[in-house]
T-cell receptor, first 114, second 115 residues
Framework: DVKVTQSSRYLVKRTGEKVFLECVQDMDHENMFWYRQDPGLGLRLIYFSYDVKMKEKGDIPEGYSVSREKKERFSLILESASTNQTSMYLC?????????????FGEGSWLTVV | QQQVKQSPQSLIVQKGGISIINCAYENTAFDYFPWYQQFPGKGPALLIAIRPDVSEKKEGRFTISFNKSAKQFSLHIMDSQPGDSATYFC??????????????FGPGTSLSVIP
């Protein structure tokens, strides 16, 4: 089974802190994603990466950056956390190549910024 | 044009009943329509998906109906069970010029199946 592992399930950070959310996938997938999930807004794409060291902005990239130094690892960085970034963050991965690939999600990281 | 609309926002169904969730899209470039199911405390997981060359796909108690001309698709859960209680997301995707899909998710429907 594909496994997407998010290292931190629950975090509480202070406003202005730098926050790192780490994600690892074990199926050699080319594509990796970071989504943000908020009630009533569904899943919104923050950033994605289709290859090592490659990244593309999603729909809501402001206030975030990402890093993909190895194929299996994709990190989300909040340079200066703010209270409006309190949310659930989902990492995901999928195969490249032919379209219509399943997206495999991790279990999520709940971030509270106080 | 990139939006996927989903209704209802929440749904309560009696055990054994039929749950119906509707979605609509605008962009005719979308060519793959998956549904994801999310249980509390878990990430979403693929439930069932359809391509626009067919009007219906059935997997067990779950059926997707697809109306290409109306740009609408829906999920039907037959004989709904308490274990089906979850949040359901419809999505639409299209292949981009590189090797990834642009996936747009609907806002989700919270389904509660009561005994």
């Amino acid at each position: 089974d594909v496994k997407v592992t998010q290292s931190s399930r629950y975090l509480v950070k202070r406003t202005g802190e730098k926050v790192f959310l780490e994600c690892v996938q074990d199926m050699d997938h080319e594509n990796m994603f970071w989504y943000r999930q908020d009630p009533g807004l569904g899943l919104r794409l923050i950033y994605f990466s289709y290859d090592v060291k490659m990244k593309e902005k999603g729909d809501i990239p402001e206030g975030y950056s990402v890093s993909r130094e190895k194929k299996e690892r994709f990190s989300l960085i909040l340079e200066s956390a703010s209270t409006n970034q309190t949310s659930m963050y989902l990492c995901a991965s999928s195969l490249g190549g032919v379209g219509g690939n399943t997206i495999y999600f991790g279990e999520g990281s709940w971030l509270t910024v106080v | 044009q990139q939006q996927v609309k989903q209704s209802p926002q929440s749904l309560i169904v009696q055990k054994g009943g039929i749950s119906i969730i509707n979605c609509a899209y605008e962009n005719t470039a979308f060519d793959y329509f998956p549904w994801y199911q999310q249980f509390p405390g878990k990430g979403p997981a693929l439930l069932i998906a359809i391509r626009p060359d067919v009007s219906e796909k059935k997997e067990g108690r779950f059926t997707i109906s697809f109306n290409k001309s109306a740009k609408q698709f829906s999920l039907h859960i037959m004989d709904s069970q308490p274990g089906d209680s979850a949040t359901y997301f419809c999505a639409a995707s299209t292949r981009m010029k590189t090797s990834y899909d642009k996936v747009i998710f609907g806002p989700g429907t919270s389904l509660s199946v009561i005994p």
